[in-house]
């Protein structure tokens, strides 16, 4: 099978619900660590949940009842099935020809930390939308459950990026004595750092959370001027930075100093969380557009943090490094700029840089947020490549995409 090229396509379903189309094409020994994953996005689009949804479900994360779960559960297992079917006729592709659905669910709780329980150390995560019911609809074998099934084997189950970020930096980075890094700021910020070469040492790969991404100018702004986010960065623009505020956010965070591996969420940064910023802002008689401007700086000031302590040491080699930035955050303009200021012989970059879909510049630039999550899902659902690999052999052998077995989840 050595120098074969074989290729499936593979639909990736993220919660909102954001939904791709991709067909992955492998290029070498199927059964070869050193194959090479290839991807073409064939379509994408967001299915919106349900008037109402949204709010429902923020409330369920907070203080929902069990039956509320389970029924919301089927519920998104339906939509994500839409959402299917809807992103394959958007590729005008027949839904028979899908390989493989990877869905990663709503979440609506994360406990990375452990908690004993009856002599155990637990660490939990919940998604629901379930897997079966997408499988069902659709027809086509289901891979979910992606979070939990990282800390099964130790993992924090967040962040999931790191495996894309990996495939595309090394890519890029192969040939040069560069460090490279990608920063996806979505509610939570996250980072992967591709470490070169040294003498005596194989590359290597890092990632996890930095701390706040969006949240909490997202709940700022939704308080303050009643919309969803700060288009443009436009009122961080306006404000003036409040050195008292920002020393006070970086005294009281506790996740953010935290070593790695370590990962966060809205349990986190939650609307408490907010509450004490607005307090705060009101004692130091600071402008909305001050609260802004120092929050969002917060986010820059969280990433440099983590970049100083933990991802500089490790490339002390480099001659140079590159961060490109996806996700909501690199359209705030005010939050690029504070992240070059703050990342002193950093090169700060959009990910539209490293060319994940080099035919589709509009489409990467207006939704990276979306190719960055739904296209880490299908290569999640490959199980780091071994996944694909399999399918590529029972493919050929001519069994019936649909049975195969759950199981596979499994690392």
Known sequence: ???????????????????????????GDLHSSEAIPRWTLVSFLTHPYPVGLKGDLMRICSNGTVGELCGYNVLLGKLFAEAAKAVARAGRLE???????????QTVHHMPAPQSL?????????QIGDPSIIANECGITTVGDFRLADMAVGGQGAPLVPYLDQTLLERYYRERKRAGMLLNIGGISNISAYVP???????????????????????????????????DGKIGFLGKISSMLLQELHDKDTF????????????????????RIM???????????????????FTAAAVCANYEQFIKPLIASADEVDLFVSGGGAKNNFLMRRLQERLNGVEVYSAEKLGLN???????MDHSSLLVKCIFILF??????????????????GQAMSQVPLELQKK
């Open 380 to 397: 999640a659902c490959c199980r780091l490549y071994a996944l694909l690999c399999l399918v590529m052999k029972l493919t050929e052998e």
């Open 118 to 126: 009856y002599g155990y150390q637990i660490t939990s995560t919940l």
């Open 358 to 364: 080099p035919d589709a510049k509009e489409v990467w």
């Open 279 to 297: 307090a705060l802002g009101k004692t130091l008689n600071l402008s909305t557009e001050d609260l802004i401007a120092t929050v969002t700086d």
């Open 1 to 27: 099978m050595a120098g074969q090229d074989s290729k499936v396509y593979v639909i990736g379903l993220m919660d909102g619900i954001d939904a791709c189309l991709l067909e992955i094409t492998a290029v």
């Open 95 to 105: 839904m028979g020809k899908v390989a493989l659905i990877g869905s990663h669910g």
């Open 197 to 231: 070469p040294t003498q005596g040492k194989e590359r290597d790969f890092v990632g996890f959370d930095c701390g706040p991404g969006n949240v909490l100018v997202d709940h700022l702004m939704k308080q303050l001027y009643g919309v969803e986010y700060d288009k």
């Open 256 to 275: 953010v100093p935290r070593c790695p591996p370590k990962s966060t969420g809205r349990e986190y940064y939650d609307h408490s969380y907010v509450e």
